[in-house]
């Protein structure tokens, strides 16, 4: 089992940041690619951004690109999301994954098997 938990959402006006924390506990997390994905209220849950388990590749959805970054630390159990030049669109609750893959991980959310609990992002206008 790998146990989740998001932190480090808000509300933000647009334009500011944010910077997401997930922090991993339980199997060796280094084994997991991880990825971020964020759910709209009355939208499906959509992937944004993720990277393999040692942090060498990341893949982003297109809508961020440029605005979102992932990274982590093994040593620590911690994969961050920081989000620039936020949008009222980015309004979500904010999910990290796991997904037991030595490749890219994929934004299919049905191919993770571990979930946090989320964290709320809301961008005023």
């Known amino acids: 089992q790998v146990q989740l938990v998001e932190s480090g959402g808000g509300l933000v006006q647009a334009g500011g940041s944010l910077r997401l924390s997930c922090a991993a506990s339980?199997?060796?997390?280094?084994?997991?690619?991880m990825g971020w994905f964020r759910q709209a209220p009355g939208k499906e849950r959509e992937f944004v951004a993720g990277i393999t388990w040692g942090g060498a590749s990341t893949v982003y959805a297109d809508s961020v690109k440029g605005r979102f970054t992932i990274s982590r630390d093994n040593a620590k159990n911690t994969v961050w999301l920081q989000i620039n030049s936020l949008k009222p669109e980015d309004t979500a609750v904010y999910y990290c994954?796991?997904?037991?893959?030595?490749?890219?991980?994929?934004?299919?959310?049905?191919?993770?098997?571990?979930w946090g609990q989320g964290t709320q992002v809301t961008v005023s206008s």
């Open positions: 994954a796991a997904q037991y893959t030595s490749g890219i991980p994929t934004p299919r959310k049905s191919e993770y098997p571990y």
């Open positions: 339980g199997r060796t997390v280094s084994n997991y690619a």
